[in-house]
């Protein structure tokens, strides 16, 4: 019974991930605002370019870009990505194509205020985006490389300034490089220098990879917690941002977390 269920919920991912999720893959979605700025970002698209709009207050900006472009998703429940915490950068991806790993995956990097084209990245392989951060000068990006586990995920460092993939993974102490699960939950710091994602297993364990965006540098917290039932769950970070709060969808605090130094 248990593994039927957890067969069904796997299953129902792809679809309440919408977006032509590969595997645990979080997808995209058509509009982000910005934490700091208040500007909302959406995208749409004629199938041949696609149109930025920034609004704030009644007042829009619109970009019309060559290609199909879409606002990152950074959690299998569709939590808007792609912007740098400041909100001066925002990066925009094509679409997961659903059922096998690309060959090549592509991202837009664009100046807000101006909604300019800073950079145009290519990468070979499988690649979604995780995270920028907090100073600007590294994209953090998800790589999927095994076709019989799409689970499996590698978090890669890229140099914006020098234009880079960084051939090291960033890898927390003591793991390996090569991780797995769904992205369920995120919260980050105010100044954004640390990135927190629970992660579900399909076997029901659950942990929070945490990611020192200036430092490059990544930390696994293990939970107690066992769940076969993780969407909607929420991290919360305490005033000070010395703990971690761990809630089910249901509001019930199941952990607290130290967070890293």
């Known amino acids: 019974m248990r ?3 957890l067969a069904a919920l796997v299953a129902a991912l792809v679809v309440v991930a919408g977006a032509a999720a590969v595997g645990p893959w979080p997808g995209t979605v058509s509009s982000v605002t910005s934490a700091v700025t208040g500007v909302r970002y959406s995208v749409s698209d004629d199938g041949t370019t696609t149109e930025l709009v920034a609004r704030r207050n009644g007042q829009a900006r619109t970009r019309t870009l060559t290609g199909v472009w879409r606002i990152p998703a950074v959690t299998s429940t569709e939590l808007p990505g792609g912007l740098s915490p400041d909100g001066r950068l925002l990066v925009l991806v094509q679409q997961p194509n659903g059922s096998t790993l690309r060959a090549q995956s592509k991202f837009l990097v664009v100046a807000t205020r101006s909604l300019r084209v800073t950079r145009a990245i ?3 392989g499988e690649f979604g985006f995780d995270a920028v951060s907090a100073d600007r000068r ?3 990006v998800i790589e999927h490389g095994d076709r019989n586990d799409l689970n499996a995920y590698i978090v890669r460092a890229y140099d ?3 234009g880079t993939l960084l051939a090291r993974p960033v890898v927390a102490k003591g793991e390996g490089p090569t991780m797995s699960g769904y992205p ?3 919260a980050t710091t105010t100044r954004g220098t640390w990135v927190y994602t629970l992660y579900w297993r399909p076997n029901g364990s659950t942990f929070v990879h945490a990611l020192g965006t200036t430092q490059r540098r990544a930390v696994c917290l293990d ?3 066992t769940t076969s ?3 909607n769950s929420r991290l919360a970070l305490s005033p000070d941002g010395s703990k971690l709060f761990v809630r089910e969808p249901s509001g019930a605090l199941v952990a607290t977390v130290a967070t890293p130094a």
């Open 229 to 231: 039932q993780p969407w």
């Open 160 to 162: 914006l300034a020098a």
């Open 223 to 225: 939970l107690q917690w």
């Open 138 to 140: 590294t994209l953090y």
């Open 122 to 124: 290519t990468l070979r």
């Open 3 to 5: 593994k039927a269920l």
């Open 184 to 186: 369920v939950a995120r």
